[in-house]
């Protein structure tokens, strides 16, 4: 079972997101535990303060260190496990399918959520911290980003997912986004099932799917597919004519 710590300002915000669907069930079968801690709690002063003006003036507020490494050092001393302590924010190294991978390896993590401007530099020095961010935009929070990082490492906890998902093809699981899915009905306001995949040749629907991919790719992140290409060109020495 993979421990998820996170300590967030405002835990009721995960209320809904941890008791639906797959985490609901990763967690009752106990394949996950997520132990939510209030930062707050760890304040020292009566008015319960943790943020504070920037060093070097500039709007906003900034996350203090005492009552964040205090709630920390309180929550790493509840499991002995050694937990990967990951700061939530824009500066960090981005969320992807690969580190979800990673990270769902895991006995331990520990998530830590900002709010603010941010979090006061020496949290991440003191804690030894890594950064990931999910994605090139500003959240009011980092307890979004909690949940993002928290539903892709379960749906790849063996066990977590029936058979009605399966995470064997998900998009980028070969370095491609996914080939475009169809369902019952046969025909749809004029719209048609590609011939191909109500062939029954699953040879041809292997090679149709895998170009269809392709193309997908190429239409919306090219990005991936000069890394796919560098990938198989890599691991097959001469560039590999894509069927
Ligand atoms: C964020 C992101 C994010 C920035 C200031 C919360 C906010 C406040 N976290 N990926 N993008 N965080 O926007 O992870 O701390």
Same mark, same amino acid.
């Given at each position: ?16 997101? %941890? ?9 009752? +079968? ?56 990951? %700061? ?88 491609? %986004? ?20 109500? +062939? ?31 990938? +198989? ?11």
């Amino acid at each position: 079972m993979i421990r998820i710590d996170v300590l967030t300002l405002f835990g009721e915000m995960f209320d809904s997101p %941890l008791n639906f669907s797959i985490i609901k069930r990763g967690r009752q +079968s106990g394949l996950i535990d997520i132990v939510l801690s209030n930062i707050r709690d760890f304040a020292k002063d009566s008015y319960k303060k943790v943020d504070d003006k920037p060093y070097g003036g500039g709007a906003g507020m900034v996350l203090m260190c005492q009552p964040v490494l205090d709630c920390l050092e309180h929550v790493q001393k509840q499991d002995a496990r050694p937990g990967r302590v990951i %700061l939530l924010t824009p500066q960090g190294k981005k969320f992807d399918q690969p580190t979800a991978k990673e990270l769902a390896a895991q006995q331990r993590i520990i998530l830590i959520a900002g709010h603010y401007e941010g979090f006061d530099e020496r949290i991440r020095i003191a804690a030894g911290a890594e950064e990931i961010s999910i994605g090139d935009y500003v959240l009011s929070g980092g307890e979004l980003p909690a949940m993002v990082i928290i539903d892709a490492i379960v749906r790849l906890l063996p066990g977590a997912l029936g058979d009605e998902d399966s995470a064997a093809n998900d998009s980028f699981s070969d370095g491609l %986004l996914e080939y475009p899915q169809y369902t019952r009905p046969e025909e749809f306001k004029g719209l048609k099932v590609p011939d191909v995949l109500l +062939s029954g040749n699953h040879k041809e629907i292997e090679k149709w799917r895998k170009r269809q991919a392709i193309e997908k790719t190429n239409e919306n992140r090219p990005d991936l597919l000069h890394k796919y290409k560098k990938q +198989s060109r890599d691991s097959n020495g001469a560039v590999k004519k894509i069927q």
